[in-house]
């Protein structure tokens, strides 16, 4: 995920602003604020693992989104690590996307994955195939 949005960087001229969490925190409720600060009038969308692959550590997502939804602010999750690893359910997190790989911990072939798109959010996509207009929506 991140790499597509280092290539949209390039070619689009996006600005794509990294911010460092504790690794592993003291508290939870230390990374939460990291993004608040993070947000100017020009952030757009919040892109956030919701599990750290070094540690495993589990990330406040649910609190993140909420907080990004009442500033206008897209969620997009990557679920790479946290996918099958442990009970939850990805509605409950309420990003407006979520992405996994599936290689990673159910043995499908490399490069599969899968991307949940929130329903109110699929028009507004740009598919990589061209498409019909008919298939749209």
Same mark, same amino acid.
């Given at each position: 995920?991140?790499?597509?949005?280092?290539?949209?960087?390039?070619?689009?001229?996006?600005?794509?602003?990294?911010?460092?969490?504790?690794?592993?925190?003291?508290?939870?409720?230390?990374?939460?604020?990291?993004?608040?600060?993070?947000?100017?009038?020009?952030?757009?969308?919040?892109?956030?693992?919701?599990?750290?692959?070094?540690?495993?550590?589990?990330?406040?997502?649910?609190?993140?989104?909420?907080? /990004?939804?009442?500033?206008?602010?897209?969620?997009?999750?990557?679920?790479?690590?946290?996918? /099958?690893?442990?009970?939850?359910?990805?509605?409950?997190?309420?990003?407006?996307?979520?992405?996994?790989?599936?290689?990673?911990?159910?043995?499908?072939?490399?490069?599969?994955?899968?991307?949940?798109?929130?329903?109110?959010?699929?028009?507004?996509?740009?598919?990589?195939?061209?498409?019909?207009?008919?298939? /749209?929506?």
């Amino acid at each position: 995920m991140l790499t597509t949005l280092r290539q949209r960087e390039q070619r689009e001229g996006l600005v794509l602003k990294l911010i460092k969490i504790p690794i592993p925190p003291k508290n939870l409720n230390e990374i939460l604020p990291r993004f608040e600060r993070a947000i100017t009038d020009r952030t757009r969308l919040i892109l956030m693992a919701h599990q750290v692959n070094i540690t495993g550590q589990i990330t406040p997502v649910k609190a993140v989104c909420e907080m /990004a939804r009442a500033t206008g602010i897209e969620t997009i999750v990557d679920g790479a690590h946290s996918f /099958a690893q442990f009970d939850f359910k990805q509605k409950d997190l309420g990003c407006d996307y979520f992405g996994t790989s599936l290689h990673k911990w159910l043995y499908a072939p490399k490069g599969t994955g899968m991307l949940y798109v929130k329903r109110d959010k699929i028009a507004k996509l740009w598919p990589l195939m061209a498409a019909e207009s008919k298939q /749209a929506g």
